[in-house]
């Protein structure tokens, strides 16, 4: 079966500090990898998504930016965090091989808290 | 992706049936409804998919009109474990890849 595993689980980082959180799925190959971001009380928003090894599309314009250096493996990033960037990271994958519709299952989440 | 709209709230007792209905008046030929649930501090986690009329599982039934412009999802029965906020979509299915727009979702409160 697949799994998908993000960490840290929570992060308490200041500003002006680096990030580098990292996402691996395990038991499929050739996933569509997604980060999303979600603030207090808000719905989720896409940040970045992949639909292959080196292949990064992003949504937003941002302080962020994301890697995929393996099929399975996603990282987001930033060299300088700002506290608008506080929220709640959570990564998903999607296009599971012989699925007929594109859900997306989603990991436990990293809870980043910039002060 | 097809814009949609959802109660921000509803309150419910253990027992209760609750349904939430999602309006999507400007769906396409193609696209499906997909209806998730997140609880607090995880990932949403899908429940249900549907094109058209009903689809039951073991979790929920998706109720879709002959019209397909609003969809309703049913919890049969609801547990204070089924306090959460549900996430109503619509996109194209079949496409290989989808970005799926989350609005504010419905935040359901089960209470005793």
């Known amino acids: 079966s697949q799994t998908i595993h993000q960490w840290p689980a929570t992060l308490v980082q200041p500003v002006g500090s680096p990030l580098s959180l990292e996402c691996t799925v395990e038991?499929?190959?050739?996933?569509?990898l997604y980060w999303y971001r979600q603030a207090a009380g808000r719905g989720l928003q896409l940040l970045f998504y992949?639909?292959?090894?080196?292949?990064i599309s992003s949504e937003v314009p941002q302080n962020l930016s994301a890697s995929r250096p393996q099929d399975r493996q996603f990282i987001l990033s930033s060299k300088k965090l700002l506290l608008s960037d506080s929220g709640f990271y959570l990564c998903?994958?999607?296009?599971?091989?012989?699925?007929?519709?594109?859900?997306?299952?989603f990991g436990p989440g990293t809870r980043l808290t910039v002060l | 992706l097809a814009k949609t709209t959802q109660p921000i709230s509803m309150d419910s007792y253990e027992g209760q049936e609750v349904n939430i209905t999602c309006s999507h008046n400007?769906?396409?030929?193609?696209?499906?409804i997909t209806w998730y649930q997140q609880f607090p501090s995880q990932g949403p986690r899908f429940i249900i998919q549907?094109?058209?009329t009903k689809v039951t599982n073991e979790v929920a039934s998706l109720f879709i009109p002959a019209d397909r412009k609003s969809s309703t999802l049913s919890l049969p029965r609801v547990s204070l474990s089924d306090t959460a906020v549900y996430y109503c979509?619509?996109?194209?299915?079949?496409?290989?890849?989808?970005?799926?727009?989350f609005g504010t979702g419905t935040r359901l409160l089960v209470s005793p």
């Open positions: 979509l619509v996109g194209p299915m079949n496409t290989g890849f989808q970005k799926l727009v």
């Open positions: 549907g094109y058209k």
């Open positions: 992949s639909v292959g090894i080196g292949q």
């Open positions: 038991g499929t190959s050739n996933p569509n």
């Open positions: 998903a994958w999607g296009g599971a091989s012989g699925s007929v519709t594109d859900t997306q299952y």
């Open positions: 400007n769906i396409a030929t193609n696209d499906y």
